[in-house]
C-alpha cells in the first residue's frame, strides 16, 4: 500500500521572548536558549491545542501518524538551515572580511570556502562562527540568532530565610524572528491536524509562558501538499542535486538519532539501510560531524527524555556506491531518504536529511550580521528608564571587567595592526618609540583620573612625546590634550573650537564604539552621570589598555 503524506509549511513569528532550554530542563534559572524551535516543541503544541478543541479522538494515530520538523529562521524566502560541518573557512581571512564588512561603508567582500568532503586543504580547517546559512546569489551568508538575558525576581527562592526577595535571568531568543517548519501528516490525522493549524493562530510555545514567554502568531503561507518538493520550495530551501552517480552525500538538517543491528547508538546512517532503500551495495566513506546528547523535558509528565548521543544538525555523511545508480534509482533513492525522516523520534523532527545539496564555494558577510555594529543595539534594552534594572546591570557590569579588557586590548590591536599595503588606522597611536618610563607616567596620570571631578592640567614642556599626535592619541588628538578633555567640566569639551582644539572626532568616535552591542554592557550610563561621563570614561580606559600593551612589551623585550 502507497503510504500518502501530507506536507503543510507553517510559519511562526515570536511577538514575546522564547524561551526553549538547550540542555531540556525549561526549569533552570541560568540554562542557555536554543536559537530555533525544535519539532518537539511544535508538536507539544499542535496536541495541545487538540486537547483543547477536543478532536484528540485518535491516539495512536496522532503520535505516530504526525511528525514535526525542526523551525529556522525564514528571511526573504530562504530558510537559514545549520552550518555544514565540512565547509570551513581560513581563519585570518574570515577575520580580515568580517572587518571590512563592518567598517562604515565597507565592501562585502566574498569569502573562499573549503570543501573538506572533495580535499583535505591545509589553508581551510576552520569553521565558520555562524550558526545558520542560507544560499543567496550562488553564495552562503550567515545569520546569528538575537538572545538576551532578562532579569526576574522570585520570593520563593529562599523560603524561611531572612532575604526572600532574590534575582535570576533567563535566556530567551528576542521577539521578532521568524521561523518556518514542516508538519508531515498522514491520511489517519489528516482532519484533526487541518483542523487544529486552520482554525489557530495564536501559539504558546516553550517555558516560562506565563511570565511573558513563548507567545507567537503563526501563519500557513500555502496549502498542504503531497509533493515534498513542493513544500521545500514553500520552505525556502534550495533543490537537491538529482543527477545520478556513485557518491551520496547527506546533510543532517536536524539532529539524527540512528542505531546498527546491535540496537547500539552509532554516528552515522547505518550502511544496510541505505541498501535497504536503493538495492545496491555501498560504504562509508568520511563523515564530518558534530555529536551532541538529545535531551528534552515533557511539561505535561513533568520529567526528562531520556539522554542519547545523537549527530547534531549540520553534520556530513559521505557514502559511495559500489556501482553508480542510474536516473531512475537515483530520484527513487533521493525521494525516499528526504520525503520521510529517518532514524528514531521522527515524530519529534529527528533525522530530517538532505541529498548532495549544492553549496556555493563563498561565503559573504551581511551588513545586519556584524557583531559589533550599531544596528544591533535594539536587541539590548534600554535599562536607562527604569533604576532598578539600571542598578541590577551595573552590578552585573562589575563581574564583566576582564571581559571589558579583552575588548579594549582587541580595539587597541584591530586598530594597529592592519593588512599590507593598507594605510595604518590612526584611531588609536602609541609609538613603539615610546620608553618604559614615558608609557609609566602616562599610564599613572589616567589611573588618578576620576569622573566628574574638574582641575587644570599642568604641561610639561619638556616631555615633548605628550603633545605629539604621532606618538601617543586618540582619533588625532594627543595625550595632554586627552588629559584636558577628561578633566574639563561638561559641556566645555564640545566647545574648545576657540582654542584650537576640535574635540569632535574624539566624541564622534568615543560615541560609535559606545553605541555598539559590547559598547552598551561594558559602558552602561548610570543615572546620575553627566551626558559625557561614559565617552571620557570610555576613552581613559581604551588609552590606558594601549599604554598597558606597550608597557608589557617593553618588558619582554
Known amino acids: 500500500m502507497c503510504l500518502v503524506l501530507y506536507y503543510q509549511v507553517i510559519e511562526f513569528n515570536n511577538i514575546e521572548p522564547l524561551k526553549i532550554g538547550a540542555g531540556g530542563n525549561n526549569k533552570q534559572w541560568a540554562e542557555p536558549a536554543k536559537d530555533y524551535i525544535p519539532g518537539s516543541t511544535i508538536r507539544g503544541a499542535v496536541i495541545s491545542q487538540m486537547l483543547r478543541q477536543g478532536v484528540f479522538d485518535n491516539i495512536p494515530a496522532i503520535l505516530q501518524d504526525m511528525e514535526c520538523y525542526n523551525a529556522y529562521p525564514y528571511e526573504s524566502g530562504k530558510l537559514y538551515f545549520p552550518m555544514p560541518q565540512h565547509l570551513r573557512v581560513n581563519k585570518h581571512e574570515y577575520r580580515r572580511a568580517k572587518m571590512k564588512a563592518a567598517m562604515p561603508g565597507g565592501s562585502n567582500t566574498p569569502l573562499e570556502l573549503y570543501d573538506l568532503s572533495v580535499q583535505n586543504n591545509e589553508n581551510g580547517k576552520n569553521t565558520p562562527e555562524f550558526r545558520y546559512v542560507a544560499i543567496k546569489d550562488d553564495q552562503l551568508t550567515g545569520k546569528t540568532i538575537g538572545k538576551s538575558y532578562r532579569l526576574h525576581q522570585s520570593s520563593s527562592l529562599n523560603k524561611g530565610m531572612k532575604e526572600k526577595a532574590n534575582l535570576f535571568s533567563y535566556q530567551a531568543i528576542e521577539p521578532g524572528h521568524i521561523f518556518r517548519a514542516i508538519i508531515a501528516y498522514q491520511d489517519s490525522v489528516k482532519q484533526q491536524v487541518e483542523t487544529v493549524l486552520k482554525n489557530t493562530n495564536s501559539w504558546y510555545l516553550g517555558g516560562s509562558k506565563g511570565s511573558g514567554y513563548g507567545h507567537c502568531r503563526s501563519e500557513l503561507p ?65 563523515s564530518f560531524i558534530d555529536t551532541g546528547i538529545t535531551e528534552g523535558y515533557n511539561a505535561t509528565w513533568r520529567s526528562r527524555y531520556p539522554k542519547e ?115 595604518p588606522s590612526r584611531d588609536i ?129
Open 222 to 286: 500555502v496549502e498542504a501538499t503531497v509533493y515534498y518538493e513542493d513544500a521545500k520550495l514553500n520552505l525556502g530551501l534550495p533543490l537537491a542535486s538529482c543527477a545520478s552517480g556513485s557518491s551520496l552525500i547527506l546533510t543532517c538538517l536536524s539532529d539524527a538519532l540512528f542505531r546498527n543491528e546491535y540496537g547500539q547508538p552509532v554516528p552515522y546512517m547505518p550502511e544496510e539501510a541505505i541498501t535497504e532503500i536503493c538495492g545496491h551495495s555501498v560504504k562509508r566513506k568520511s
Open 309 to 423: 548521543t545523537t549527530l547534531k544538525a549540520g553534520s556530513i555523511l559521505t557514502y559511495t556506491f559500489d556501482e553508480p545508480l542510474d536516473e531512475r534509482e537515483w530520484q527513487r533513492t533521493t525521494a525516499i531518504l528526504e520525503e520521510r525522516l529517518n532514524g528514531l523520534r521522527t515524530q519529534d523532527g529527528f533525522g530530517w536529511l538532505a541529498v548532495n545539496m549544492d553549496y556555493p564555494s563563498q561565503l559573504i558577510f551581511k551588513g545586519d550580521e556584524q557583531s559589533d555594529s550599531a544596528a544591533t543595539t535594539q536587541k539590548w534594552p534600554d535599562t536607562r528608564m527604569n533604576p532598578q534594572e539600571a542598578e541590577v546591570m551595573r552590578m552585573i557590569s562589575k563581574g564583566l571587567g576582564d571581559s571589558r579588557s579583552r575588548w579594549l586590548y582587541l580595539l587597541c590591536e584591530q586598530s594597529w595592526n592592519t593588512e599590507e599595503g593598507q594605510k
Open 429 to 557: 597611536i602609541i609609538s613603539d618609540q615610546l620608553k618604559r618610563h614615558q608609557l609609566g607616567i602616562m599610564m599613572d596620570e589616567l589611573k588618578d583620573w576620576k569622573p566628574n571631578i574638574n582641575k587644570r592640567v599642568v604641561t610639561d614642556h619638556k616631555q615633548a612625546y605628550r603633545r605629539d599626535e604621532d606618538q601617543c592619541s586618540v582619533a588625532g588628538i594627543s595625550f595632554d590634550k586627552i588629559l584636558e578633555f577628561l578633566y574639563r567640566p561638561e559641556g566645555e569639551a564640545k566647545s574648545s573650537l576657540t582654542k584650537n582644539v576640535d574635540y569632535s572626532k574624539l566624541l564622534a568616535f568615543a560615541e560609535h564604539k559606545l553605541n555598539t552591542r559590547k559598547g552598551l554592557i561594558y559602558f552602561d550610563k548610570k543615572s546620575s552621570e553627566a551626558t559625557e561621563v561614559p565617552a571620557k570614561r570610555f576613552i581613559a580606559e581604551l588609552l590606558l589598555a594601549g599604554l598597558q600593551i606597550r608597557h608589557r612589551e617593553r618588558d619582554i623585550t
